[in-house]
């Protein structure tokens, strides 16, 4: 009978009352790695080199088990800003787990919305993570969203087709236009109301999206609407009275107070 393959479980986390704590094993073995004598007889530029491809990895690895205690200790060998091979940094990984404990620690530490090798900071992974909180915080620092316009509408018009709300809401917290514009021109709400779908509108509607944006071919979320009833009820008086154009609603919010999220 062939034995059970035996498990080394030295490095998962243990976790009391929701605080990651240690025993020897791990803490042996995390102080050789800090120590660095398994770089002993190596030339000093490939020990560098070692060092800032391993190093991040590990951090990363104790952002995922929340353990503060290991990061601290990791942090103190390498840039908060280093990433691993795809440059995939600490605060990459907080972000898009939702750790707002953690994202404020790294902040705190010096952490920048670097750009890894996808393409994608820091706060873009929060907004994919629905993470409303960390994506408030994130905002409030002045962060910004790395990506084209079109592809920020894109990304949106399909969360609108899958009815995806509180991706929707994490991409208007972030203070992106909610009018942004594919490459047809076409907007989220555009598309909510090619699909009729009265709840999807009321929600963009609560989150600063307008049915004013013309798209490539003339015609705005309203003109799209003219014959739902029901649709253009959601869109009276403000659009229809008050704010005709997108410039009237502009001059409309800074004379109100803001839209609430």
């Known amino acids: 009978m062939q034995k059970p393959a035996v498990v080394n479980t030295s490095f998962k986390p243990i976790i009391v009352n929701r605080v990651v704590v240690r025993d020897k094993v791990f803490l042996h073995r995390l102080g050789k790695v800090l120590k660095l004598k398994w770089l002993l007889g190596k030339e000093v530029q490939i020990r560098r080199s070692l060092v800032d491809r391993i190093i991040p990895c590990f951090a990363c690895v104790a952002v995922e088990n929340n353990d503060f205690f290991s990061l601290s200790a990791l942090l103190e060998k390498m840039d908060v800003n280093c990433g691993t091979y795809d440059d995939v940094t600490p605060l990459h990984t907080a972000c898009e787990l939702g750790n707002l404990d953690m994202i404020k620690f790294l902040l705190a530490k010096g952490a920048s919305l670097k750009v890894n090798r996808f393409g994608h900071c820091p706060f873009y992974m929060a907004?994919?993570?629905?993470?409303?909180?960390?994506?408030?915080?994130?905002?409030?620092?002045?962060?910004?969203?790395?990506?084209?316009?079109?592809?920020?509408?894109?990304?949106?018009?399909?969360?609108?087709?899958?009815?995806?709300?509180?991706?929707?809401?994490?991409?208007?917290?972030?203070?992106?236009?909610?009018?942004?514009?594919?490459?047809?021109?076409?907007?989220?709400?555009?598309?909510?109301?090619?699909?009729?779908?009265?709840?999807?509108?009321?929600?963009?509607?609560?989150?600063?999206?307008?049915?004013?944006?013309?798209?490539?071919?003339?015609?705005?979320?309203?003109?799209?609407?003219?014959?739902?009833?029901a649709i253009m009820g959601l869109f009276d008086p403000l659009f229809t009275v008050c704010c005709p154009t997108k410039e009237d609603y502009l001059l409309y919010k800074a004379n109100h107070r803001q839209i609430k999220k």
């Open 127 to 229: 907004i994919k993570s629905r993470c409303c909180h960390a994506v408030k915080l994130l905002h409030m620092k002045e962060a910004t969203v790395n990506l084209h316009p079109v592809r920020i509408a894109m990304e949106m018009i399909q969360a609108v087709q899958k009815r995806d709300y509180p991706l929707l809401r994490a991409w208007a917290l972030s203070g992106v236009d909610m009018d942004t514009k594919d490459y047809d021109g076409r907007t989220v709400m555009h598309e909510a109301v090619y699909l009729k779908d009265k709840s999807m509108i009321t929600k963009l509607l609560e989150y600063g999206a307008t049915p004013l944006e013309k798209d490539v071919w003339g015609q705005t979320a309203m003109d799209n609407a003219r014959n739902e009833t």
